[in-house]
């Protein structure tokens, strides 16, 4: 178990470095100068000169590229342009939003995952299966922003449950920022479920068909206990790969959803970042995505023994 | 009750219609459209559907049937491309990775898991901030933000034909490393691959949509379902259908394209339980 972590650890290292090596480069491709981007098309010559020296830009891209790891390992990414404010803080502060968002709706996308998915298994080649599996397709298919759009429609605008656009922090009123909260984490529970459900159906068959299921019904289980104490940790090893991975791909692609809500999140400050070519911003949470997500997978890994003690095996 | 299975075989022919619909529409567009989609009518806006205007018009009076279809045909030739680069480019990269092995593998595998570990739309996304939005700049990011997972699922297929026996035998009789990948690796790994370029022009499309849905992708006044629903939301309450028609463009494409790709799937390799 020991060497199963040491050794997942040590494979994460070479993974963050190549990411931020990735970052880098991406940033290093705009085209034109960074210095003359950062003061603007008709700064004179003199100034670019000073900032250039500045900034450490006549230094080989190896020299620079250490320069800005060593400074984003310390938590410095830099000042925003537009704002001047020191882009880790803001990083961290959109971040706490968007984090509440996608654990909720990847928690409740994972419990109904677990039951439907289970259950779809278990009456395979049933009604019940064919509602499931139909469901799951059906919202595979839907864009998350437009389901987003017809749930304002409806619980915002046509029933006036929910407030529609806006936001106020916890800070102020709680019992607010949860209503605000409701509709964005709805829409992408719903998004998340179909994939994860499908996941969940296919490793629950594969488990159902093999022998020690016969055995557990045949030492006379019930069948509530063979689902929940055999075919469950087994087939959920799998689907919990996905989790990690939904989360992931969910902290990428919260923007759509932070926008169609106005939501003050991470997804959202990115795409400001490249709408005002604010650029410390976008390589700042493109490195912190990256992390995020190299993160959640080491996490879901280091749990996945517990779920299959196999895989410490070898 | 029991069903036999119906869902797959109803998946293969809902499928088939709605990607039919769909390459339809395109062509209907290129011969007729009611109106000119980027043509203003500032007498006519925000009217709602009736026999002038079928699906309605928008907040400059263009009329959203036309813009639809217009859309359909921006929307999937940019999917089209991107996801044929990314297949063509990815399929080569995978063959090479996977059948030589060694150190050209591990180099390469290296690189393409840390793109991986970028989620895809937030590679396109940094991509766009370097290239600018357009319609170029958003084909060349989606290709490049979908290409290491079509590396990393061609080269599995790959590793699990190279040591057949009739790669075995390409080998004995001389043939050249390229001849081998090309004449007995390809035609081998073809079904996954085709599978698969289904699966990415699902991802590039909902992936374009999204983008030119934060206003990063297709440049207006051209229309993509993307930039539709995202100037459709400030008339949510008063003109409905404005969001409700390019969601359900971007919805029924992917759920006929979802449908074809698993039906494919179950003609191809019936030996995998769907």
């Avoid at chain 1, 087994?234 to 791909?249: E, H, S, Y």
């Avoid at chain 2, 595998?109 to 357009?134: E, Q, R």
């Avoid at chain 2, 989606?142 to 190279?162: E, F």
């Avoid at chain 2, 949509?209 to 100037?231: H, Y």
Wanted: hydrophobic share 50%; with cysteine; charged share 15%.
């Amino acid at each position: 178990m020991v060497q199963y972590v040491a050794k997942r650890l040590l494979l994460t290292l070479p993974t963050l470095l190549l990411v931020s090596l990735i970052v880098f480069s991406i940033i290093r491709l705009v085209p034109g100068d960074p210095a003359q981007v950062l003061l603007g098309e008709d700064a004179d010559k003199a100034s670019v000169a000073q900032l250039r020296q500045e900034m450490g830009l006549n230094r080989p891209l190896i020299v620079q590229y250490l320069h800005w790891l060593g400074h984003s390992v310390r938590g410095d990414l830099g000042n925003s342009i537009s704002t001047g404010e020191p882009v880790s803080g803001m990083i961290v502060q959109r971040f706490q939003l968007s984090a509440v968002v996608a654990l909720t709706a990847v928690f409740l996308a994972t419990s109904i995952a677990i039951c439907a998915g289970l259950i779809a298994a278990w009456k395979r080649d049933t009604g019940v299966d064919f509602a499931v599996v139909g469901a799951a397709s059906l919202v595979l298919a839907l864009p998350s922003f437009w389901l987003g759009l017809l749930l304002m429609l409806v619980f915002g605008l046509k029933f006036g449950w929910l407030p529609v656009v806006g936001y106020v922090p916890f800070s102020e009123d709680a019992v607010q920022w949860a209503l605000f909260l409701i509709l964005p984490v709805l829409t992408l529970t719903i998004i998340e479920s179909g994939v994860l459900t499908r996941m969940m159906r296919s490793s629950s068959l594969d488990v159902l068909k093999m022998e020690y299921i016969t055995h557990a019904r045949a030492k006379g289980l019930s069948e509530m206990r063979v689902l929940t104490r055999h075919v469950f940790p087994n087939a959920f090893a799998p689907t919990l790969t996905l989790v990690g991975l939904t989360l992931g791909q969910l902290l990428g692609g919260i923007a759509v959803i932070e926008t169609v809500f106005t939501l003050p999140g991470l997804g959202r400050l990115m795409v400001d970042g490249i709408l005002a070519r604010d650029y410390p911003v976008v390589q700042g949470c493109l490195l912190f995505t990256g992390l995020a997500y190299v993160v959640i997978n080491l996490i879901v890994d280091l749990c996945y023994p517990l779920f299959d003690p196999r895989v410490t095996a070898n | 009750m029991r069903f036999t299975r119906p869902h797959l075989r109803l998946n293969g022919i809902i499928g088939c219609i709605l990607v039919g619909i769909l390459l339809l529409t395109i062509a209907v567009g290129y011969v007729w459209m009611p109106y000119n989609p980027i043509a203003i009518d500032l007498d006519h806006t925000l009217s709602h559907p009736s026999a002038a205007h079928w699906l309605g018009s928008d907040e400059f009076g263009r009329d959203v049937l036309s813009r639809a279809m217009l859309g359909a045909r921006i929307s999937t030739t940019i999917a089209l491309e991107a996801t044929f680069g990314a297949i063509i480019l990815g399929a080569s990269l995978g063959i090479v990775t996977g059948f030589l092995r060694g150190w050209t593998d591990r180099c390469l595998m290296m690189i393409n898991d840390s793109i991986l570990a970028l989620p895809g739309i937030l590679l396109a996304l940094g991509l766009i901030a370097v290239l600018g939005s357009g319609q170029a700049s958003i084909v060349l990011a989606l290709t490049i933000a979908y290409l290491p997972s079509v590396v990393r699922v061609v080269r599995g297929a790959v590793m699990s034909i190279r040591e057949r026996e009739y790669i075995e035998a390409s080998r004995v009789a001389g043939d050249g490393t390229l001849y081998t990948m090309f004449h007995h690796v390809l035609p081998n790994i073809l079904p996954p691959i085709v599978v698969l370029t289904t699966s990415v022009f699902g991802w590039v499309v909902l992936s374009e949509s999204a983008l030119s849905f934060l206003g990063v992708g297709v440049p207006p006044p051209a229309p993509s379902w993307g930039n539709m629903l995202s100037s459709a939301r400030p008339y949510m309450e008063n003109a409905s259908w404005l969001s409700i028609v390019p969601g359900l463009c971007i919805a029924l494409t992917l759920l006929g394209i979802n449908f074809f790709g698993d039906a494919l799937r179950d003609l191809l390799d019936p030996r995998r339980d769907a």
